[in-house]
């Protein structure tokens, strides 16, 4: 999915004759060459949505790079190989980041999933490169620009996902701008442990709770803008066979799931 919505930005570039040299990284291989997160099915995915080859190349910073970059002609596309191999990567080293531009004239960001996150793909590059975001980046601040601005009542904000540590802030902005605040997933557990519930062996961030209990705190003062589950599906063991069954929030069992 991701792939075909950079599609529009990676298409432009072909059709105006750039040399398109692109970067992207696949699950979390802790600075670590994994064989099972190479990018090649990337690659092979692209040629077909594109219709023309696009060459994976075996790293993404070095001589390899270099000189398929050099060699590149007008069009062409080549996929650079997993960025999170490198621990640099996350870490927004900017050796790593130099590397990376070393071989560009402009950085376009679509990665929008991950704008979030200070790396240096995302962040370190835009020092060493005249910068400017692709469609789905520029349509996506534009969608969320008016809705911060002007949204339409009565404004009410869905979050999920595993975590919240990495949503705290948002969270805490949106308070006094959205009418209400659903929050699901693995993101309400540590919520619901910060109000002392029990949330037996689900996802719990620790070090966020004394951060959350304020956060819940000045929701509560805004007239309870946010919601949090009343029930969740609990299981014991994620497996295909597993049994789960609904239990309300004060009664979840402290070996579930």
């Not at 529009?8 to 990284?25: E, F, G, P, R, W």
């Not at 690659?43 to 001589?63: F, H, S």
């Not at 701008?177 to 693995?186: E, M, P």
Request: charged residues 25%.
């Amino acid at each position: 999915t991701r792939i075909e919505t950079a599609l529009s930005t990676i298409k432009y570039l072909i059709s105006n004759q750039a040399k398109v040299i692109l970067m992207s990284h696949l699950g979390r291989p802790k600075g670590k060459v994994v064989e099972k997160l190479r990018l090649n099915p990337i690659a092979q995915r692209l040629c077909e949505l594109l219709g023309q080859k696009v060459k994976k190349l075996n790293d993404c910073i070095g001589e390899e790079v270099e000189k398929a970059v050099l060699n590149m002609q007008k069009g062409e596309v080549i996929l650079l190989e997993n960025l999170r191999f490198y621990s640099e990567e996350e870490k927004n080293n900017p050796k790593f980041a130099k590397l990376l531009a070393k071989s560009a004239d402009i950085f376009v960001n679509d990665a929008f999933g991950t704008a979030h996150r200070a790396h240096a793909s995302t962040v370190g590059v835009t020092g060493m490169l005249p910068s400017c975001a692709g469609f789905l980046m520029a349509k996506e601040i534009e969608t969320l620009s008016s809705l911060i601005e002007n949204p339409e009542r009565p404004f009410v904000v869905v979050l999920g996902g595993a975590k919240i540590s990495g949503k705290i802030e948002i969270v805490q902005n949106l308070l006094s701008i959205a009418d209400k605040i659903l929050i699901s997933g693995g993101m309400s557990y540590t919520c619901l442990a910060a109000l002392g519930y029990e949330v037996g062996n689900s996802l719990l961030e620790e070090y966020d709770l004394e951060i959350v209990k304020k956060m819940l705190k000045k929701a509560e003062e805004k007239d309870n803008k946010i919601l949090l589950p009343v029930d969740l599906v609990i299981t014991k063991e994620i497996s295909e066979k597993a049994e789960s069954k609904l239990f309300e929030i004060d009664n979840i069992p402290k070996d579930g799931i």
